[in-house]
């Protein structure tokens, strides 16, 4: 399989401005009889990001201020948290993400890497050279309260020991 990474820089646009560079893609070359396969770098990113976000233990993907401002907004951005490096025949992949406290880290970080270098071949037939796993943070997961329908106004903090006063 042939792989390459097409990168394009600045190009004279037709008014004598510069274009936006075309995006990098990766090309994939199984039969160069039928063409060709390209695929966008942030497709790798989303099918990391899918991919470690499905393993049990991690809490959330790590991102930018404007990643938060997104999710608010109803937006997701499953590329979120995770970077690519192509190095000629290399795919190195980074993510960067928080874990649910009380979770084995060096387990769920091992099985973050089998996931995504699973998913990104299964889904690419690219074979991942790499992936580092950045653990940025560690949050508790909150206990929902469980709400008694027959009992909205009652106040809960107060404990009066199962006595009841008359």
């Known amino acids: 399989m042939l792989i390459i990474l097409k990168e394009t820089g600045f190009v004279p646009g037709s008014h004598g401005g510069l274009k936006m560079p075309e995006e990098s893609k990766i090309i994939l070359n199984d039969d160069q009889s039928l063409g060709t396969i390209e695929i966008a770098p942030r497709v790798l990113e989303i099918i990391a990001g899918y991919a470690a976000s499905e ?3 991690v809490s959330k ?3 930018s201020f404007a990643n938060s401002v997104g ?3 109803g937006r997701s951005d499953h590329r979120r948290g995770v970077k690519l490096v192509k190095d000629n025949d ?3 992949i980074d993510v960067d993400v928080y874990v649910e406290y009380g979770v084995s880290v060096p387990k769920v ?3 973050i890497q089998k996931r995504i270098k699973q ?3 299964l889904m690419t037939n690219l074979v991942v050279t790499e992936v580092n796993v950045h653990i940025k943070g560690v949050v508790a997961l909150q206990e929902e309260k469980q709400v008694d329908p027959d009992n909205l106004f009652s106040d809960d903090s107060e404990d009066d020991g199962g006595n009841e006063e008359a």
């Open 71 to 73: 999710e608010l907004l």
């Open 55 to 57: 393993v049990d233990g």
């Open 119 to 121: 998913q990104v071949t």
């Open 109 to 111: 970080a091992s099985q």
């Open 61 to 63: 993907m790590y991102g």
């Open 90 to 92: 290399s795919l190195t």
